[in-house]
Structure formats: C-alpha cells, structure tokens
C-alpha cells in the first residue's frame, strides 16, 4: 500500500525553465508535506516543507503547493538550473502515537540541462 | 558541526555473517532512524527510536535489530546478512514533530 505516490520516475527540463515535480498521498492523518533532494553517493537533503493547514509555501526558487481536496502535492523550481539536478523525493508525516511517521515516494530523477 | 554520521561507508559481507553499522548524531535529535534506499522502492522506514532507550520497528525491520543505549547513537545490527539486505543503508535524526530528517550520508551494503 503506497500512501505517497510519484509518477513520474524522471523529468528533463531546459534550464531557466519552471521544473515541476508532482505527488499524491492516499492518507488523510498526514499533516505534514515535505520535499527532499538527493545528489548521487549523498544522504538525502530537506528542502521545503508546508503544513496541512496551507496550501503554499515558498523558499527563493523553490514553492510548494498542496490541494487537500485531491490529496496531490506539488513542487515547483523556477527557474531551474543545471545544480537542480538530483533525485526528488516527496514525503509526508503525522503523529504516530509517539513519533513522528515519515513515508516516503519512490523518487523522481529531475534533469536540467544547460 | 558533524550533523549525522555514520560507519562504514561501504561494506561487502558474505551470506550468513554479521555486522553492525553506526550512527552518531550531534544535533541534539530525540527522535533517530534508519531507513534503507532501493532502486525504484524509495527510503522505506526499518527502525526507529523515538528517545533514548526506546525503539520500535518501521516497515521492514525482518533480519535487523537495533540499540540506542544514548542519546547520540543509534545502531543497526544484522545478525545473519542475506543478498535481499543489499542496499544502502540512511540513518537520521528528526527535528520534533515536523518530520524534518537530517540524514548521514549513507552506508553502501552488498551481501554475496
């Protein structure tokens, strides 16, 4: 049972363009939304974050868009650059009697090129 | 400032033997985990431990077990390694309540 879901395993964009990766979750407790990024032979980076009581969050190049009503998270990097290029992981969290459960997308390989 | 760090980096053992893998963090996390990474299954959650002296077991946790005996160190023990434990292996620390990880960098495992 995947709760987190992206589709897409990867993304070519041209750079200085708007790259926009995509995420839908099934579970309906999750209240936090994040996105992660992650270089080869690299643990994995947060990136940004937004709680399930908004429905945006920006950081500089980086915005998040959540829409509750279709379970779907958004992340969208303008404009992209060649360093952009990574694996992005989508993840979402909630209380889980005791500690916070964090599940995770299977990833998608996000390329930029110059 | 270390952040997450973990030992070895890279680890090749034969079917059958044991090994632990180390995790040492400095950001004063109550929470910690050890996820692993395979190609096309994203991070799925092996253990965890929500403060020292607790733990409890994630979504795959079947050939490993765990010990935070302290705050700063959360270990990751196979007792008897198999091929399907090749993989490479995330610990991390959350910062509370907000799901935010801070992972090390990762130990790569091969099992033969």
């Known amino acids: 049972d995947q709760q987190v879901k992206q589709n897409s395993p990867s993304l070519s964009v041209q750079e200085g363009r708007i790259s926009i990766l995509n995420c839908d979750y099934t579970n309906s407790m999750f209240d936090y939304f994040l996105w992660y990024k992650k270089y080869p032979a690299e643990g994995p980076t947060f990136l940004i974050s937004?709680?399930?009581?908004?429905d945006k969050n920006e950081d500089g190049r980086f915005t998040v868009f959540l829409n509750k009503s279709a379970k779907h998270l958004s992340l969208h990097i303008v404009p992209s650059q060649p360093g952009d290029s990574a694996v992005y992981f989508c993840a979402a969290s909630f209380d889980s009697g005791g500690y916070q459960k964090v599940t995770f997308g299977t990833g998608t390989k996000l390329q930029v090129i110059p | 400032n270390a952040g997450v760090t973990q030992t070895p980096k890279f680890q090749v053992l034969k079917t059958g033997q044991s090994m632990t893998l180390q995790c040492a963090q400095d950001m004063n996390h109550n929470s910690m985990y050890w996820y692993r990474q395979d190609p096309g299954m994203g991070l799925r959650l092996i253990y965890y431990s929500a403060s020292e002296g607790t733990t409890d077991k994630g979504e795959v946790p079947n050939g490993y077990n765990v010990s935070r005996l302290n705050k700063r160190e959360f270990s990751l023990r196979l007792e008897s390694a198999a091929p399907s434990q090749t993989s490479v292996y995330f610990c991390a620390g959350m910062v509370e309540w907000t799901g935010e990880l801070f992972f090390g960098e990762g130990s790569r495992l091969t099992v033969l």
């Open positions: 937004i709680s399930s009581i908004k």
